[in-house]
């Protein structure tokens, strides 16, 4: 009987033992499966944002073909080409080229060393002065005051407050925006001390950076094309933002003008080339992107009014309209596109842009959690929220150097975990708090590694497309021509991976020879003294007090 008992009982644990070993290697087998899945999905993902030196090539021709057509008439391309009225930037300190060689003609030369010769003269034409700047272009906006101190002073001093705006005013009405902004800057000037007022009759002057596609009319006025970046006030478009802005200044008892109205891109040329002579081309890398560069005037058919002096021009290209069969654009992009404010725009800003890229890593994710339980068994209810993996996030793991990356474990316990909180104490513990394994931490690196790298190639490509059209993507014999490309925007200045990305492929992209003669610097918080230069030396008291 004893017998019978003992054999049951080991037949029971065998065949227990048994169930239990079929259920753990059935497990196994499912987070095989899962695992499969999840790399399929990031193999895929690599396959698709590929950027091959070839395919970067075209993308810088067929940015070099949209920007010819841009140029001949307004709306002959998605590039927009606009025309900045800047055609002088301001030196800061006088650096002249006396070699005339982009002049064809004897008589082109002598008038030219005739011009630079009275600008000697009038060298008091260098701006000088007490001047504001207004840097409107995302969420957060920025008031400086700057006293620049002419030929010899240069920049004497630079005070900057920096308000964010209201989520709300963003998507609100041009008046409530424009107001705001302007008991921004009211409150800023009447806490300035005694030694900022002015003789009486003489009205404070502004530089005005508004970082959004404008139509200008002149160096101070122009309309909204669009908006972009998450604002979208409707009533705003089609109007002079310099209006809007004059109107509620009046309306908070301001006596303010506004003498130049510049996008951040425009300004930020003119900042940098306040520091770098040879400066040619300005990129912003932030929230959005951009590119303006000095045309010749001659270059621009659409232009149809008198032949600026200097015979060039500064165009703000709007680059991130760009768009083409050549970008490599995958279904994340398309279905970001389609949800946005904005379907069917801004699709190279969309690729490029600290806005946009720590987005499409979510959206990778979340197909991952949905279709590979990549995140366990419940898709985390966080990580279906639009924009909740910011860029600055993404860039924070993308950097982790740790061997077990405790950043990216922290960041993304701060994106998934709250939720899996609530679940815990509403569902009890079937719902564990997560937890991410080294190896899912790896795949969330690399996943940044990918949308990143396809972003800053991208952007060089882009650079490519701006040297070839000005002729500085090849060097000729004897040639010592440089050229600086003055960049900013906090995407550029804080994600360190996506920036030396960015250098190196335009080096791979030029060769070593022609990377020689070109450099690129940061200019930092360029846009606002840009805009103040500007402000400055399209002053009409500047005007009547010098030539
Ligand atoms: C705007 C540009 C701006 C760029 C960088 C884009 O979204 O359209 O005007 O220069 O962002 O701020």
Redesign the pocket.
């Known amino acids: 009987m004893e017998k019978k008992v003992v054999v049951a009982v080991v037949c029971v644990a065998a065949v227990a033992g048994a169930v239990a070993t079929a259920a753990v290697v059935k497990r196994k087998m499912k987070m095989d499966r899962r695992w499969a899945k999840a790399m399929e999905i990031v193999k895929e993902m690599q396959e698709k944002c590929g950027t091959p030196i070839g395919k970067l090539k075209q993308v810088a021709d067929a940015m070099v073909v949209e920007m010819h057509a841009g140029l001949a008439s307004e709306g002959g391309s998605k590039l927009k080409m606009l025309i900045s009225y800047v055609d002088n930037l301001p030196t800061g300190y006088i650096f002249f080229d006396f070699s005339f060689r982009h002049m064809r003609s004897n008589w082109t030369r002598i008038v030219f060393a005739y011009a630079y010769v009275m600008k000697l003269i009038c060298s008091l034409i260098d701006e000088k002065g007490l001047f504001y700047a207004l840097d409107l ?2 969420t957060n906006f920025r008031v400086l005051r700057v006293q620049l101190g002419g030929k010899d002073g240069g920049l004497v001093n630079q005070e900057f407050t920096e308000v964010s705006i209201p989520p709300n005013l963003m998507i609100g009405t041009s008046d409530a925006l424009f107001d705001y902004i302007a008991a921004e800057l009211a409150k800023f000037i009447s806490q300035e001390g005694q030694e900022f007022e002015l003789p009486p009759g003489k009205q404070r002057e502004l530089g005005f950076t508004f ?3 404008v139509m200008q009319t002149s160096i101070a006025s122009g309309t909204l094309v669009r908006w ?2 998450g604002f979208s006030i409707d009533d705003a478009v089609g109007l002079d933002v310099v209006a809007e802005l004059t109107k509620a200044m009046k309306r908070q008892g301001l006596d303010m003008r506004v003498s130049a109205l510049v ?3 425009v300004g930020t040329l003119a900042g940098g080339k306040y520091s770098y002579k040879d400066v040619a081309v300005a990129v ?1 890398l ?5 590119a303006a560069y000095v045309e010749s005037a001659q270059a621009i058919p659409k232009w149809h009014g008198d032949l600026p002096k200097s015979g060039e021009m500064v165009i ?1 290209m ?1 680059w ?1 309209n760009f768009r083409s069969s050549h970008l490599p654009l995958t279904e994340y992009d398309h279905a970001m596109d389609n949800e946005s404010l904005n379907p069917g725009e ?1 699709i190279f ?1 969309k690729l490029i842009s600290g806005m946009y890229l720590g987005e499409i890593v979510r959206r990778v994710l979340l197909k991952m959690a949905e279709e590979a339980a990549f995140f366990g068994d419940i898709v985390p209810p966080k990580l279906k929220t639009p924009f909740i993996l910011r860029t600055p996030d993404m860039s924070a793991m993308h950097h982790d150097t740790s061997s077990d990356l405790i950043l990216v474990e922290k960041k993304m316990k701060d994106i998934l975990e709250e939720t899996y909180f609530v679940l815990y104490i509403e569902k009890g513990p079937r719902y564990p708090i997560c937890n991410t394994s080294l190896q899912t931490r790896k795949v969330v690196v690399e996943l940044c590694n990918i949308v990143a790298t396809r972003g800053s190639r991208l952007a060089a490509a882009g650079i490519l497309g701006i040297l070839k059209k000005i002729g500085r993507d090849t060097v000729k014999d004897g040639d010592e021509q440089k050229t600086v490309i003055a960049m900013d ?1 906090g995407l550029f200045e804080h994600y360190g991976e996506y920036s030396k990305c960015l250098e190196n492929t335009v080096t791979e992209l030029l060769g070593e020879e022609v990377s020689k003669t070109i450099s690129i610097e940061h200019a930092s918080d360029g846009s606002g003294l840009g805009a103040a230069l500007l402000a400055a030396s399209h002053s009409p008291y500047l005007e009547a007090e010098n030539c």
């Open positions: 272009g995302g970082s959004f596609p972009t970046k996008n951040d891109t912003i932030g929230t959005g992107s951009n703000n709007e991130g801004q800003e925007g």
